[in-house]
């Protein structure tokens, strides 16, 4: 058996084409226990993720954390199930045929859109297996997160590379590090959390909570932190914010080391301690909703907010779907594609 394997033969007649593949990060295909284990163990067992020594942390991921800790996560995901499967996947997927019917519209058939997840299915392998199948010679690949972090737009990319490095034949390849400050994501993200206020009936402070990192990743060079705040500082500007108006924070901590502060919960806790009763919550880390949107912060931290006192709290949903979202996407893409993308 040779080292290197053969690309897929397209038919003859199969004109060349342009791939683009929208990754996000996964999730359980099912709110079971197994299907969350496989899940955890997948994506808690990526370096990425988890930069600890090997000796330390794999006997703690197989000997406590996966027996024990997909029952309480398959508890929040029964919360949030729809009909269709995980959030995540759903509206994934509904986004992905958007970004791809926009792109064909511009560029016609040359452009083929596809889905991938860096833990479970579709996987990155057999995404980039089939875009080879129909005569992908160029693919760009785009990580559906607007903030780089190691943790997530960095395991894409090694997973991206991995598949290609015993290929025969390489597609000509980019990669979409990040969208923070893209103007067509930061309209789409503002112009939200207007019509979110609009629906219901009024402003109130708006808290930007983002998912943490630790934060020794951000001292070992890791942007997040920085693109995050930036992402904020641009909302708040078009939003025309006081410094009063808004907060920003993290959610999301593992484990006992430090992660970037402030943390979510100790903010709700200071605006509470303000007098604040009305927040509204808004995750521009996430670019569909998911467990950590629909249960952490639409039903933990409203349940949180109103124990300290407050009246509402009210989230802002992720951009998913939404026409404008697909547009910003596809204008990301079609830029990237500058050069490979044939005369009219």
Request: with cysteine; aromatic share 10%.
């Given at each position: 058996?040779?080292?290197?394997?053969?690309?897929?033969?397209p038919?003859?007649?199969?004109?060349?084409?342009?791939?683009v593949?929208?990754?996000?990060?996964?999730?359980p295909?099912?709110?079971?226990?197994?299907?969350v284990?496989?899940?955890?163990?997948q994506?808690?067992?990526?370096?990425?993720?988890?930069?600890?020594?090997?000796?330390?942390?794999?006997p703690?991921?197989?000997?406590?954390?996966l027996?024990?800790?997909?029952?309480?996560?398959l508890?929040?995901?029964?919360?949030?199930?729809?009909s269709?499967?995980?959030?995540?996947?759903?509206?994934s997927?509904?986004?992905?045929?958007?970004?791809?019917?926009?792109?064909?519209?511009?560029?016609?058939d040359?452009?083929?859109?596809a889905?991938?997840?860096?833990?479970?299915?579709p996987?990155?392998?057999?995404?980039?297996?089939?875009?080879?199948?129909q005569?992908v010679?160029?693919?760009?690949v785009?990580?559906?997160?607007?903030?780089?972090c190691?943790?997530?737009?960095?395991?894409?990319f090694?997973?991206?590379?991995?598949?290609?490095?015993?290929?025969?034949?390489?597609?000509?390849t980019?990669?979409?590090?990040d969208?923070?400050?893209?103007?067509?994501?930061?309209?789409?993200?503002?112009?939200?959390?207007?019509?979110?206020?609009?629906?219901?009936?009024?402003?109130?402070?708006?808290l930007?909570?983002y998912h943490?990192?630790?934060a020794?990743?951000?001292?070992?060079?890791?942007?997040?932190?920085?693109?995050?705040e930036a992402t904020?500082?641009?909302?708040v500007s078009?939003?025309?914010?006081?410094?009063?108006?808004?907060?920003?924070?993290?959610q999301?901590?593992?484990?006992?080391v430090?992660?970037?502060?402030?943390y979510t919960?100790?903010?709700?806790?200071?605006?509470?301690?303000?007098?604040?009763?009305?927040?509204?919550?808004?995750?521009?880390?996430?670019?569909?909703?998911c467990?950590?949107?629909?249960?952490?912060?639409?039903?933990?931290?409203?349940?949180k907010?109103l124990?300290?006192?407050?009246?509402?709290?009210?989230?802002v949903?992720?951009?998913?779907?939404?026409?404008?979202h697909?547009?910003?996407?596809?204008?990301?893409?079609?830029?990237?594609?500058?050069?490979?993308?044939p005369?009219?």
């Amino acid at each position: 058996m040779t080292h290197y394997r053969a690309v897929a033969q397209p038919a003859a007649s199969t004109p060349p084409r342009i791939g683009v593949l929208l990754v996000n990060l996964g999730t359980p295909v099912a709110p079971s226990y197994f299907a969350v284990q496989r899940y955890l163990r997948q994506f808690l067992g990526d370096r990425r993720v988890i930069d600890t020594s090997r000796f330390i942390w794999l006997p703690l991921l197989y000997g406590v954390i996966l027996p024990f800790r997909p029952l309480r996560t398959l508890r929040k995901y029964r919360k949030i199930w729809m009909s269709g499967g995980s959030p995540l996947a759903v509206y994934s997927t509904r986004l992905t045929a958007k970004v791809g019917a926009v792109l064909q519209s511009r560029i016609g058939d040359d452009v083929r859109v596809a889905l991938a997840m860096t833990y479970g299915n579709p996987s990155i392998a057999g995404a980039i297996k089939s875009l080879a199948e129909q005569n992908v010679k160029k693919l760009l690949v785009l990580p559906l997160y607007p903030q780089y972090c190691s943790s997530t737009t960095g395991s894409v990319f090694d997973r991206a590379s991995k598949v290609l490095q015993r290929w025969r034949w390489l597609p000509e390849t980019r990669f979409v590090n990040d969208y923070h400050n893209d103007t067509g994501y930061i309209d789409a993200l503002t112009a939200s959390i207007q019509n979110h206020w609009e629906q219901v009936g009024g402003r109130s402070h708006l808290l930007f909570s983002y998912h943490g990192i630790p934060a020794v990743y951000v001292k070992e060079g890791d942007p997040y932190q920085a693109h995050a705040e930036a992402t904020t500082r641009m909302v708040v500007s078009r939003l025309g914010l006081a410094e009063e108006d808004y907060s920003h924070c993290y959610q999301s901590r593992f484990g006992s080391v430090v992660w970037l502060q402030p943390y979510t919960e100790d903010t709700l806790k200071k605006l509470a301690e303000r007098g604040l009763r009305k927040l509204t919550i808004v995750s521009p880390s996430f670019a569909v909703d998911c467990l950590e949107t629909l249960e952490e912060c639409a039903i933990e931290y409203r349940d949180k907010f109103l124990e300290l006192g407050g009246e509402t709290l009210t989230l802002v949903p992720a951009l998913n779907d939404g026409d404008r979202h697909a547009e910003a996407l596809a204008n990301i893409a079609q830029n990237q594609l500058a050069g490979w993308i044939p005369p009219a």
